[in-house]
């Protein structure tokens, strides 16, 4: 008799306890099918708060990425911003040098005949340069987006160099700090995957 009576208490106390931790966990006790689709891989439930990207500025770049993906699956934006940056360094580099070659397949026609037109105004003068990046610049992207068969891309860099030029007047060496938004350009009809660069406009720091 007195172990049924303990049963009944051990019961009781137990359905108390189940009771608090209801009260308290709700419905989430245990691994839900949420967790499990996380812990996959799988997209997150609508109302969960959109996952951070490193380098992207805010949410409509986010959604810019989403319709790129829709066009192309293998989008990385993580490739893709590093890309950005390699090619910022080379033309910043190629366009003080004067390299032609370099500059060609990573600029719109547009911005390539401006590009051309001061490095000509250069050579005119007998004035060469040379860059040299102080450290890696930083690079977020602002906006993304899908027009037609157009992918665009915005880009802002941060960036610090030194400048070693010649003139007539002799030799310089000049450190500077710029603040520019690289728009970049892809068709995704084209079996080239390569982006090129079809607008420079300056930024604050």
Request: no cysteine; hydrophobic share 45%.
């Amino acid at each position: 008799m007195n172990s049924v009576v303990e049963l009944v208490i051990l019961a009781a106390v137990a359905a108390v306890v189940l009771f608090q931790l209801y009260a308290v966990l709700g419905r989430r006790v245990g691994r839900q099918a949420e967790d499990l689709a996380a812990a996959q891989g799988a997209p997150v439930p609508r109302e969960a708060a959109p996952p951070m990207v490193p380098g992207v500025a805010d949410s409509a770049a986010l959604t810019g990425i989403a319709a790129l993906r829709a066009r192309d699956p293998s989008f990385d934006v993580g490739r893709f911003m590093q890309g950005a940056r390699q090619a910022f360094q080379m033309v910043v580099k190629a366009f003080a040098t004067g390299d032609r070659n370099t500059l060609k397949p990573l600029l719109g026609s547009e911005i390539m005949a401006a590009f051309e037109t001061e490095i000509s105004e250069r050579e005119r003068e007998g004035r060469s340069e040379q860059v040299e990046f102080l450290q890696e610049p930083r690079a977020d992207l602002e906006s993304l987006g899908v027009i037609g068969d157009l992918a665009k891309a915005s880009v802002r860099f941060l960036a610090e160099f030194r400048s070693r030029s010649k003139g007539p007047e002799g030799e310089a060496v000049d450190d500077r700090r710029t603040a520019e938004v690289w728009t970049f350009q892809r068709n995704l009809t084209s079996r080239d995957p390569n982006w090129t660069l079809i607008h420079v406009d300056t930024a604050e720091a």
